[in-house]
């Protein structure tokens, strides 16, 4: 079995993957490159499909949340707030952001909470309860596996507008 310092090392490795480096999949930075403000809010006709941006807001909402409990601050942004009602602006406050600013918050959220997995110094972050009770780690591994969930969906939208190349080579 391995030890929570192992466990946190390969989260750290999980959390580069989601985010920056490109591993088995692109990770969510790169599906995010070069979106325009008029691809950001795309949506093929007649299809029930969530935008790029709409997709981006749920991922910044669920980092915040995590980052919110890590403090131990109250969760009253997320009052009230339901799993659809993350993927628009108004559910996460952010009703009048641009989309170089609302990438920008994704990054900043996403940041900060690498910065929490690498400054961690003891064996605990599976331990370390937040939030309702959630353990850190497993909720950092969570928010991994959301991005790169939904950095797929962002790739394939991105194919249906046809700003993503049908194929491509990576290292």
């Given at each position: 079995?391995?030890?929570?310092?192992?466990?946190?090392?390969?989260?750290?490795?999980?959390?580069?993957?989601?985010?920056?480096?490109?591993?088995?999949?692109?990770?969510?930075?790169?599906?995010?490159?070069?979106?325009?403000?008029?691809?950001?809010?795309?949506?093929?006709?007649?299809?029930?499909?969530?935008?790029?941006?709409?997709t981006?807001?749920?991922?910044?909402?669920y980092?915040?949340?995590?980052?919110?409990?890590?403090?131990?601050?109250?969760?009253?942004?997320?009052?009230g707030?339901?799993?659809?009602?993350?993927?628009?602006?108004?559910?996460?406050?952010?009703?009048?952001?641009?989309?170089?600013?609302?990438?920008?918050?994704?990054?900043?959220?996403?940041?900060?909470?690498?910065?929490?997995?690498?400054?961690?110094?003891?064996?605990?972050?599976?331990?370390?309860?937040?939030?309702?009770?959630?353990?850190?780690?497993?909720?950092?591994?969570?928010?991994?596996?959301?991005?790169?969930?939904?950095?797929?969906?962002?790739?394939?939208?991105?194919?249906?507008?046809?700003?993503?190349?049908?194929?491509?080579?990576?290292?």
């Open positions: 079995m391995r030890s929570n310092r192992e466990k946190t090392k390969l989260l750290e490795k999980a959390w580069e993957f989601a985010y920056s480096k490109e591993d088995w999949s692109p990770p969510l930075q790169t599906a995010l490159e070069d979106v325009t403000e008029e691809q950001a809010d795309w949506r093929p006709q007649g299809a029930a499909a969530n935008t790029i941006r709409e981006v807001h749920h991922l910044i909402f980092k915040e949340a995590f980052l919110r409990a890590w403090r131990g601050e109250s969760d009253a942004a997320a009052d707030v339901t799993n659809t009602d993350t993927f628009h602006a108004a559910g996460i406050g952010a009703a009048e952001a641009s989309w170089e600013e609302t990438r920008r918050r994704l990054g900043q959220a996403h940041a900060a909470i690498g910065a929490i997995v690498r400054e961690w110094e003891d064996d605990s972050l599976y331990e370390k309860r937040i939030g309702k009770g959630s353990e850190a780690g497993t909720w950092v591994n969570s928010l991994a596996v959301h991005d790169a969930y939904h950095a797929g969906q962002i790739i394939l939208v991105r194919k249906l507008q046809g700003s993503w190349a049908p194929t491509r080579s990576f290292s």
